[in-house]
């Protein structure tokens, strides 16, 4: 992981993951993951393009739009908390049931491929209310 900077870690977890579902076993059958480190890589890679042209966004619309600070206190730092707050929390759900639907459709288990259906999205709101609402 050194060497590689943390590149490889996509690669060792795939490894993990194959390691034990090969070692858990239901009714005397094994679970097989199917994944590659490739597509872990590439999510990766996609999500962090996102942050980035987010942050970017926020950083605009602080050039742009509250340049001459009509609030006093107010600083880039706060607009970007309460963006991270009111999408980040959604976007951390969506980011959830998408890897736990990844795992899954990578799963076989006596040649049957397992699968989760239902949107992400729903999924992400739905959660997010219901953090708030027990909060």
């Known amino acids: 992981m050194v060497l590689t900077l943390g590149w490889s870690r996509f690669w060792g977890r795939t490894r993990l993951r194959r390691y034990l579902w ?22 990766f890679l996609l999500a962090l393009v996102m942050l980035a042209g987010w942050a970017g966004l926020m950083w605009l619309a602080w050039v742009h739009v ?5 609030f006093a206190t ?4 706060d607009i970007f908390s309460l963006s991270v707050v009111m999408i980040g929390f959604p ?10 639907r ?3 459709s990578r ?3 006596r040649g049957i491929r397992c699968g989760l259906a239902g949107s992400a ?3 992400g709101g ?3 209310f219901l953090t708030f609402a027990s909060g």
Do not use: C, Q
């Open 74 to 77: 107010f600083g880039m730092f």
């Open 22 to 43: 090969n070692h858990l076993s239901i009714l005397g059958d094994r679970f097989e993951y199917r994944g590659r480190g490739r597509e872990l890589l590439i999510g």
């Open 107 to 109: 799963t076989r288990w």
């Open 121 to 123: 999205w729903h999924y």
């Open 91 to 100: 976007l951390a759900y969506v980011g959830h049931y998408a890897g736990l």
């Open 66 to 70: 509250f340049h001459e600070k009509p």
């Open 126 to 128: 739905v959660a997010t």
């Open 102 to 104: 990844y795992k899954l």
